[in-house]
């Protein structure tokens, strides 16, 4: 693997697990059985906390709304260094393709070792560039959705939806790291050409712009496309969309009784892999760059969509403090988030996010 298969690829196992659960089911003598499978291969499995499995439909439209999030992540970064003209290079431009190329031999070889798409298809896919979901994802997988509900009922499901379904998936997946790729590539070229302190600066002045822009970008384009507003199913999203390309642990602990009036219940979240370290990480080595910490580059914006996260849906009878307090970008063994929630009276703060995401909508 040119780029680290548990930091980056993460996402065949997944899919390597719907090819399997797909054959048991269709070989199932039990219709019953059959049925109560194929919901979890389409809802997810979150039965054991050791072993979740996101299913076809969070992880779908999880990888689109990653899409989104690293095309908002870059953009602000390239107005941020608009002044620098480095995107508008053709060694930008010749760097981005040696990477992408670096990144799609990985593709290509996990496709083929886990079987997940003929070779024409998945070709057609891989050689897309640059790579970007098509305008009509949202009726594709709004009818992936409608066909397989139906087939829930009937216990079978055709190789032809499965494979529909994982090139959906695929097609998200190399969009979702072109964004990443296009970012490390940034990133590396103000290094080299400029200094470490003005990547920071320009980190440091373009991270709330786009802690709003992907919050809104989520809750107010890509989920409603999809369907998908039910409060539930945010939440479903929201809490096991990660699985689909990490492995995590949460953890909540809760004062003492006598002290719940006024001490925060803690919530805990543990990253052990991460798409973007390996990104980053690479692409610096293909490119001879040298730093200590390749997390300036991108841990910044992770802590700054999580505080978005819990401004606009923590209820206003908490008031929350979130802080990434490791990272694998800053040499860490994995990535800590730490949220507080206090009680306290914070209806402003939350007003305030309603208004920035939802505007006149709220």
Request: proline share 4%; hydrophobic share 35%.
């Amino acid at each position: 693997m040119n780029f680290s298969e548990y930091h980056s690829h993460k996402w065949s196992k997944n899919l390597s697990e719907v090819k399997r659960q797909s054959q048991g089911i269709n070989s199932a003598k039990d219709i019953n059985q059959a049925k109560e499978k194929l919901a979890l291969l389409y809802n997810g499995d979150f039965s054991r906390p050791d072993k979740i499995f996101p299913g076809l439909k969070v992880m779908a439209i999880f990888w689109k709304a990653e899409e989104e999030m690293m095309r908002c992540r870059f953009e602000t970064k390239e107005r941020a260094a608009q002044d620098l003209h480095l995107t508008e290079t053709d060694e930008f431009r010749n760097n981005l393709k040696n990477v992408w190329q670096k990144y799609t031999e990985d593709i290509s070889t996990l496709v083929k070792k886990h079987s997940l798409l003929d070779a024409k298809t998945a070709g057609a896919i891989i050689s897309k560039y640059p790579p970007r979901m098509d305008s009509d994802w949202s009726d594709v997988l709004k009818g992936l959705m409608s066909q397989t509900e139906e087939t829930v009922k009937n216990g079978k499901i055709s190789d032809t939806l499965i494979d529909n379904w994982l090139a959906f998936c695929l097609d998200g997946i190399l969009a979702y790291n072109f964004g990443l790729a296009r970012q490390a590539v940034l990133s590396a070229m103000i290094i080299t050409k400029f200094s470490e302190d003005k990547l920071k600066q320009i980190v440091e002045a373009s991270r709330d712009e786009y802690g709003w822009l992907v919050s809104k970008k989520f809750f107010v384009e890509v989920f409603p496309a999809a369907g998908i507003t039910d409060v539930t199913d945010l939440q479903t999203i929201g809490r096991y969309g990660m699985f689909s390309d990490q492995d995590l642990t949460t953890s909540e602990t809760l004062p003492p009784p006598e002290k719940r009036a006024t001490e925060p219940k803690i919530k805990r979240t543990e990253f052990f892999n991460c798409q973007e370290f390996s990104m980053f990480e690479t692409t610096f080595k293909m490119l001879g760059v040298k730093i200590k910490h390749i997390g300036i580059a991108m841990c910044p914006y992770c802590e700054e969509h999580g505080k978005k996260n819990v401004q606009i849906f923590v209820p206003p009878s908490m008031r929350p403090e979130i802080k990434m307090t490791t990272s694998l970008g800053m040499g860490n063994k994995s990535c800590v988030f730490e949220t507080k929630l206090y009680p306290a009276d914070d209806m402003e703060r939350f007003m305030q996010a309603q208004e920035k995401v939802f505007g006149g909508q709220f």
